[in-house]
């Protein structure tokens, strides 16, 4: 069985990792958004659920969950949990997670959308430890060597770097779209947090600067070590349920994950680290050189005739 079999299913000409419900996934295909909905999106492991939770602190004012698990309600994973759970089930104010490329998002002019990038050899680093870490993957013992070349060639989950950045890259000046990067959100927090609050609602952002108490506590539930404790809490109680009859109790997608894992070897449970550095340049330390210059070659290739690489110029070293 080849390496993308191992990992992967091609649903509707996406890869979906084996563990999500296929029938969840093509629900989520067919998601009408609403007027006002906010949409955060995408490549896996590029500051997503940073950005899920700088939204929903924005929309929330600052207010906490009531507990860690809810954050997955509140902000549902649509590939996931499929159309029906995750607008159903949503913990509002609430915002939609997605990591589908930009021609099979679900796609309405009156939603809004939140676009995430990052330094694809970050990207990639962090993509490889996250693949590691969780037990659907089965991937424990994988090696990063084995793991760069799914990268580089496309064949992981919803498929190849450039190919889902560059399409919103091109769109980035839409109405309804704002574009940033993992790394702006690390250089300026508080900057990005007052333009994400306009974006979504200009009364938002006007409430901050008129409230500089409730900005400084969104930031403080924004940092990565209130994040982490936080949402891999949350993670790890949703991949470890205790009580079978709360399995009833949650979305049909995550019932599938929970079922699948437990039917694979080595199980018991897990604190996972869903959220694992939150650094920018540690590919530095894990790329050898010949993994490097693959990724200039590719980087040249696949951004020709795009100037999408400035994003990171002060970054990719």
């Known amino acids: ?5 191992r ?33 955060i999106v995408t490549y ?8 899920q939770n700088l939204v929903l602190n924005i929309l929330r004012r600052g207010k906490s969950l009531d507990k860690p698990s809810d954050f997955y309600l ?19 104010p609430g915002c939609y997670k997605t990591h589908l490329p930009l021609h099979k998002v679900p796609w309405s002019e009156e939603a809004k959308y939140i676009y995430v990038a990052r ?26 060597e084995e793991f760069f070349d799914l990268f580089v060639k496309g064949e992981t989950e919803f498929g190849e770097f450039f190919d889902h950045l560059i399409p919103w890259y091109n769109i980035r000046a839409s109405n309804n779209v704002f574009f940033t990067t ?27 600067n008129d ?5 400084e506590r969104i930031l403080h539930n924004c940092t990565f070590g209130e994040m982490k404790k936080f949402i891999n809490d949350g993670l790890s109680y949703l991949y470890n349920v205790k009580n079978k009859d709360s399995l009833a109790e949650l979305p049909k997608g995550r019932q599938h994950i929970i079922s699948y894992v437990e039917t694979l070897p080595k199980q018991k449970d897990c604190k996972l680290n869903f959220l694992r550095k939150g650094e920018i340049g540690s590919w530095k330390q894990e790329l050898t050189p010949d993994q490097n210059e693959i990724f200039n070659t590719l980087i040249a290739e696949k951004t020709k005739g795009s100037n999408v690489m400035t994003l990171w110029k002060t970054s990719m070293g």
């Open 211 to 215: 409230n500089p108490d409730i900005l």
């Open 119 to 144: 330094n694809p050899r970050d990207c990639c680093v962090s993509f490889y430890h996250h693949m590691k870490d969780l037990p659907g993957y089965q991937f424990a013992d994988g090696t990063f």
């Open 1 to 5: 069985m080849d390496a993308l079999n």
């Open 182 to 208: 993992f790394e702006e959100m690390k250089s300026d927090l508080k900057k990005l947090t007052i333009e994400v609050a306009k974006f979504i609602d200009e009364n938002e952002a006007k409430y901050l």
């Open 7 to 39: 990992f992967c299913v091609n649903i509707e000409g996406v890869n979906i990792p084996k563990f999500f419900s296929e029938e969840c996934f093509r629900s989520a295909l067919l998601f009408k958004p609403k007027p006002h909905d906010i949409i």
């Open 74 to 92: 509140a902000s549902p994973f649509l590939d996931q949990l499929g159309a029906k759970d995750s607008e159903n089930m949503m913990i509002r």
């Open 44 to 51: 896996p492991k590029c500051g997503t659920t940073w950005m």
